[in-house]
């Protein structure tokens, strides 16, 4: 660390131009804080961001392609073909160790399918066995190593907090080290998709159709698992093994918000960046990790996204649930003053009910109150005090309700077969899902439409008005 | 001093090859080997925060800590195979990961508030540290195995049913997901035993290794139990021994490796299922060819015992 350090101080004070230096002052000045640390957290946020997309763009197609767990691999097997550069050629070159990183990353996807068809095991068992032993490989390379600069802890955790400290001269400009390669690999990956948008889009997806059409479904898993290792092996000096939670979980959060490729991707985008930022920050003020925390913001983060998702959050479902329960009690509490009121000796007035009457018929739970309040908030149900009684449209719904119940039973009578006992319990489901145009199909099929099966008379809205 | 130093550090990693391969058969027969890298990995912050909440690095406390949030990254898998509509990979990415995270945060800001507490130093249970086991922790290790034994021992019949017929299992009045929970349970237990010496990172490799390369020799599941004991056994001892003739060589990725020469060898040599074998099945099948090039029936291995040899005459 030392040595670069004395370096930045070096090119500072050549006056290397740094690119948003005066914006990071100006900043710096409103916040009243030194101008460095404002910098310095403004470069962190940027390799951090940078990071962040790199990942979550390689990160949607191994959630889509269900092989999330090749990017768990990669990320441990990554350090095997560094190690094992190193070995040959004893130098820490960046060049050659990218390659050899991408190497074994290419050996892991290739190997792990190898074990899997010529040994015994199932695929999860033939993963764990290579890239552990690659881990396992490269740990005891790097630990022999220690004198140089292969760093065990930098490839744990990563160092995303010194990442904006790390300043070096590119082009002219005074920009963080990691830059020249994360830059690099994030044309590469975009690139990718850019050049095969459709083909990996389609492999994705339906993979069988792909190959039926003509396009390699294998040349293309191969080449995603070549940018998936790129991708890794430059965000690991960043978050270390924590890449995998960039890869993944942003990526997977974004799978659960939305159904389209486009959105998935620029929405994981988003949740990377926001996640290394907070990450970041959270780091500083606990004095801990930025990687770690990076993953668990993550974790939150794909936390809320599983309760408030609009379609298939765990909130909108319990949402849509409780709102169709009210309806079925509510439409309960309708056809049951229905049947009431025919019953009774003047068919013709309306009946009367007191409220915990209704509560019974709405089935007396926890929804009957807001079920008799939904009624009343429709003005298809009239109170005076405490009793009830059907308004003009209430009775019209209830008619309805009352001949979907008794069409339904006498469809199941007329083309099932069924004994009169069972024909009632199946309508009390169905009446709640059948409007106007299935009453319609229904009564054009039936022989007969004006009795149930039961004797009763078919309500029929349109004749039958209201006194 | 050091011989017996080394001594405890050889019955410990002896213990735990043994265990794990015992646990690791199932879990590779059950498709379940990644769910011991899931638990291993989840159980990093609880491990930390067990630490946090005793101020004690007395391996009972850290382990009982590393095995409840291990059993909880366990459950959240389930739960969010459950109630979301990702995949098995993803989900058990997620929770992987982000448990690890925790751990990483948990243990990063341990070592820089207690930087003058001995033992605060958690950052080596994730690469493992078999040199430092004590006689107690090797004790305790003991405990665990015979008690993992005892259990598969006496469940023997009933794992065995569920590893390879869940329905049958269940049909025949076991409860499959009792004995499933119990299964899990035990492998917990197993991984979490196996952090101090081989690490959060590469505990999963003991699960797993042993028992795929002892899949090659049979097709008997009490004698790929005993192989992968034995080979989980002897990896430990030789990878202990190769890290004390290796000063400064870790211990675990040492038995990770060498499990995984025992499972190249396997997988290569193993008579029927090696590579070798294969490639001369293949060879076997080529002589054949001049009975059907000659349009003839051609011989039934069972009426002529063994494949045709080179020098017999083509009809």
Known sequence: ?467 | MFFSQTLIVLTGTLLLGIASGMVGTFAVLRRRALAGDVVAHAALPGLCLAFLAFHSRSIIVLLTGALLSGLLGAISVSLLKRFTRLRDDAVQGIVLSVFYGGGIALTRSIQNHYRDEPGADLESFIIGHAATMMQGDVAQIAVVVAVTASIVVLLFKELKLLSFDEQFCQVQGWSATGLDILLMVLTAVTVVVGLPAVGVVLTAALLIIPPAAARFWTDRLSIMMMIACAIGGVSGVTGTLLSAHFDGLPTGPLIVLTSTAFFILSWIFAPHRGLLWKSREVTDLEMYLPWVEAGDDVPHPSTNSGPPIATQEVP
């Open chain 1, 1 to 467: 660390m030392l040595p670069t350090l004395t370096n930045t101080v070096a090119l500072l004070a050549a006056r290397v131009p740094i690119p948003f230096e005066a914006q990071t002052t100006r900043l710096a000045e409103m916040l009243s804080l030194p101008a460095t640390d404002v910098q310095n957290a403004f470069w962190t946020i940027a390799v951090g961001a940078l990071c962040a997309v790199c990942c979550s763009l390689a990160g949607c197609f191994l959630v889509l392609r269900r092989i999330s767990l090749l990017g768990d691999a990669l990320s441990h097997s990554v350090l095997a073909g560094v190690a094992g550069v190193y070995l040959v050629t004893g130098r820490v070159d960046p060049i050659p160790m990218l390659l050899g990183a991408i190497a074994a990353g290419v050996v892991t996807a290739v190997m792990t399918q190898f074990i899997h068809k010529t040994a015994l095991v199932p695929e999860d068992s033939s993963i764990g066995i290579v890239f552990t032993s690659l881990f396992a490989f490269g740990v005891v390379v790097v630990s022999h190593a220690s004198h140089v600069h292969l760093d065990l802890d930098c490839v744990l955790f990563g160092d995303l907090s010194f990442a904006g400290i790390n300043l070096h001269p590119t082009f002219g400009w005074l920009v963080p080290e990691s830059f020249r390669t994360l830059v690099p690999t994030l044309i590469i990956t975009l690139l990718l998709l850019t050049i095969c948008w459709k083909e990996l889009r389609l492999t994705s997806f339906d993979p069988t159709l792909a190959v039926t059409l003509g396009f390699s479904a294998g040349l293309m898993h191969y080449l995603l698992t070549t940018v998936v290792a790129i991708v890794t092996v430059s965000a690991m000096e960043i978050v270390g093994l924590l890449v995998v939670a960039l890869l993944i979980v942003p990526a997977a959060t974004a799978r659960l918000l939305t159904d389209r490729l486009s959105t998935m991707l620029w929405l994981s985008c988003l949740i990377g960046v926001s996640c290394t930022t907070f990450g970041y920050f959270l780091a500083l003020r606990w004095n801990s990790s930025a990687a770690g925390l990076t993953a668990v913001v993550a974790g939150v983060e794909l936390l809320i996204a599983i309760v408030v998702s609009p379609k298939h959050g765990l909130l909108g479902r319990l949402v849509r649930t409780v709102r169709l329960r009210i309806r079925i009690c509510a439409e309960d509490v309708l056809a049951g003053l229905f049947r009431r009121q025919e019953r009774s000796d003047a068919p013709d007035t309306l009946v009367q009910a007191s409220l915990s009457e209704c509560h019974i018929l709405a089935g007396n739970g926890l929804l009957a109150g807001p079920a008799v309040r939904w009624l009343r908030t429709r003005h298809l149900l009239q109170q005076v005090g405490s009793v009830t009684s059907l308004s003009e449209s209430g009775l019209r719904y209830a008619q309805s309700m009352v001949r979907s119940h008794r069409l339904w039973e006498a469809y199941l009578q007329e083309n099932f077969n069924l004994p009169p006992d069972h024909l009632h319990d199946p309508a009390e489901a169905m009446e709640h899902f059948i409007g106007p145009g299935v009453q319609q199909q229904i009564t054009e099929e039936l022989s007969q439409s004006a009795e149930d099966p039961h004797g009763r008379a078919i309500p029929d809205v349109k004749k039958q008005g209201v006194n």
